[in-house]
């Protein structure tokens, strides 16, 4: 089963990540982030692997910074968090990526060589 990296064209990570998996011969599901955002049940899988709530988001992000979340995320319950993480893919930091059971968050080339032996 191929990789679903969800991604957006105009970031730099997501071409890299992309790159990456190319010149291993890995030929991904692109899904575009900002039109389908990961689903709330990919989120929920995500937020247990990848150790906290904060680590889903794209924080450096426009509509994370037009949002305030900077100040309000530690207020929401991590339901409302996931919610909001899948009504606004710009929210979710990118690329963000599933291997078969599998999730990555960002691209950290180290975390990928495992996840793609």
Same mark, same amino acid.
């Given at each position: ?7 957006? #064209? ?28 990961? #689903? ?14 904060? #680590?889903? !988001?794209?924080?450096? $992000? ?8 900077? /100040? ?10 996931? /919610? ?15 291997? $078969? ?5 960002? !691209? ?7 996840? !793609?032996?």
């Amino acid at each position: 089963m191929a990789p679903v990296v969800y991604a957006y #064209s105009g970031c730099g990570t997501c071409r890299k990540a992309l790159s990456w998996l190319k010149s291993r011969g890995i030929e991904p599901d692109v899904v575009p982030i900002r039109e389908t955002p990961p #689903s709330r049940q990919e989120l929920e899988a995500a937020l247990s692997q990848v150790g906290g709530l904060k #680590s889903l !988001f794209n924080a450096s $992000g426009g509509d994370y910074k037009e949002l305030g979340l900077k /100040d309000k995320l530690s207020s929401l319950t991590q339901a409302q968090a996931l /919610d909001l993480l899948a009504s606004r893919g710009n929210l979710v930091k990118r690329p963000f990526v599933r291997v $078969g059971k599998r999730y990555l968050v960002g !691209f950290q080339e180290p975390a990928w060589e495992e996840a !793609f032996r």
